[in-house]
C-alpha cells in the first residue's frame, strides 16, 4: 500500500506570496492532520480533517487554512506570507479520529524569502 | 490538557551499546503514547504505540518501551546502538477522546548520536 504523499517536496517563495500545499492520505485513511515543524518551536499541531470537516485546530493565524476533499486528499494554504512561515510542512493520515495512529508524508519544505 | 517532556536534547552512545531516550507525559485522559524517528530530511516514521494492552511494547528495529503510570514516564531503550540509529526521536502523546479528534503533542525532541 502506497504512503502519504505530499506535494510539491520544495517550495521557494517571496513574502506577501500565498502557497498551497497537497497531501494525499493512505487509501483508505479518512483523516489527515497538518503540522508544521522549525527548529525554534519544534512540531507543532496545525489542523486535523475528517470526513471533509474540520475537527481540530492549532494555535495558528487565520492566514493558514486547509481543506479536505471527497477522496479524503487535503490541501493547506497559507495566504500574505511571512519569513517566520519557513519550515517543513508535514501532513498525517490515519484511519479514524480520536487517538488513531498517524502516518506521516516526507513533508514539504517551504522557504520563505 | 497534554504535554510531553523528553530530558535529554542530545544522547550520545557508541556502537554497540545500549540507548535510553527518557520522556515524561501529562494528559487528562487515558492517553495512547507514540516513539516516532525522523532522519536527516526525511518525515517521520512511527516506531511503537502504547494503548494500554500491555506495559511492555516492542517496536521495530529492535527498540521497546516501557510505560509506566505511576511515573508518568514512556521511555525508549535499544539494546545495541547501530549506525543507523543515528537519528531525531520524538515522544508523542495524542488523547483517546473521539470528541478530541486526532491531536499529537510533540516532546521537544532528542537527537542521538553513534559512535563507531
Known amino acids: 500500500k502506497a504512503g502519504v504523499t505530499q506535494t510539491p517536496r520544495y517550495l521557494i517563495k517571496t513574502r506577501g506570496q500565498q502557497v498551497t500545499l497537497s497531501c494525499s492520505p493512505i487509501?483508505?485513511?479518512?483523516?489527515v492532520s497538518w503540522y508544521q515543524q522549525t527548529p525554534g518551536q519544534g512540531l507543532q499541531f496545525l489542523f486535523e480533517?475528517?470526513?471533509?470537516?474540520?475537527?481540530n485546530k492549532g494555535n495558528f493565524p487565520g492566514r493558514f487554512s486547509g481543506r479536505q476533499f471527497s477522496n479524503s486528499r487535503s490541501e493547506m494554504n497559507v495566504s500574505t506570507l511571512e519569513l517566520g512561515d519557513s519550515a517543513l510542512y508535514l501532513c498525517?493520515?490515519?484511519?479514524?479520529?480520536?487517538?488513531?495512529?498517524?502516518?506521516f508524508g516526507p513533508g514539504t519544505r517551504l522557504t520563505v524569502l | 490538557a497534554q504535554s510531553v517532556t523528553q530530558l535529554d536534547s542530545h544522547v550520545s552512545v557508541s556502537e554497540g551499546t545500549p540507548v535510553l531516550l527518557r520522556c515524561n507525559y501529562s494528559?487528562?485522559?487515558?492517553?495512547?503514547l507514540f516513539w516516532y524517528v525522523q532522519h536527516p530530511n526525511k518525515g517521520l516514521q512511527l516506531l511503537l504505540k502504547?494503548?494500554?494492552?500491555?506495559?511492555l511494547v516492542k517496536g521495530i528495529n529492535g527498540f521497546e518501551a516501557e510505560f509506566k503510570k505511576s511515573e508518568t514516564s514512556f521511555h525508549l531503550t535499544k539494546p545495541s546502538a547501530h549506525m543507523s540509529d543515528a537519528a531525531e526521536y520524538f515522544c508523542?502523546?495524542?488523547?483517546?477522546?473521539?470528541?478530541?479528534?486526532?491531536?499529537?503533542?510533540f516532546g521537544g525532541g532528542t537527537r542521538v548520536l553513534v559512535k563507531p
Open positions: 498525517a493520515s490515519s484511519l479514524a479520529t480520536g487517538g488513531d495512529t498517524q502516518y
Open positions: 487509501s483508505g485513511h479518512r483523516s
Open positions: 480533517y475528517f470526513s471533509e470537516t474540520q475537527r
Open positions: 494528559s487528562s485522559y487515558s492517553p495512547s
Open positions: 502504547y494503548t494500554s494492552a500491555a506495559t
Open positions: 508523542v502523546v495524542s488523547e483517546v477522546v473521539k470528541a478530541a479528534g486526532n491531536k499529537l503533542t
